[in-house]
């Protein structure tokens, strides 16, 4: 239904900032960032909705990662700053259909992902 492409992920120092992109191709409704280290279940970062804008946020980043959404560009956005070790994963854009998602199940698809590791 749609695709998702990622990109942004490097190689950053501790306390060091990366921005991520995410292009979709089709209609989304909500659109999230999703990460996983090795050996881990895939975790929530962050969404947000198309039509109110409203943001959601693991509290592992919340105050440091900031979500936002162009919805002309059918594109989301992830500023990372003051990056840790523990940020350190393959982030994954996610797409669903409904307005207000944060759930893995609830996002029907997914990019490729793109590799985030911050140095310590």
């Known amino acids: 239904q749609v695709q998702l492409v990622e990109s942004g992920g490097g190689l950053v120092q501790a306390g060091g900032s990366l921005r991520l992109s995410c292009a979709a191709s089709g209609r989304t409704l909500c659109m999230g960032w999703f990460r996983q280290a090795p050996g881990k279940e895939r975790e929530f970062v962050a969404a947000?909705?198309?039509?109110?804008?409203?943001?959601g946020y693991a509290d592992s980043v919340k105050g440091r990662f900031t979500i936002s959404r162009d919805n002309a560009k059918s594109s989301v956005y992830l500023q990372m700053n003051s990056l840790k070790p523990e940020d350190t994963a393959v982030y994954y854009c996610a797409a669903a259909l409904k307005e207000y998602a944060a759930f893995p199940a609830d996002f029907n698809s997914w990019g490729q992902g793109t590799q985030v590791t911050v140095s310590s």
């Open positions: 947000i909705s198309r039509s109110s804008g409203s943001t």
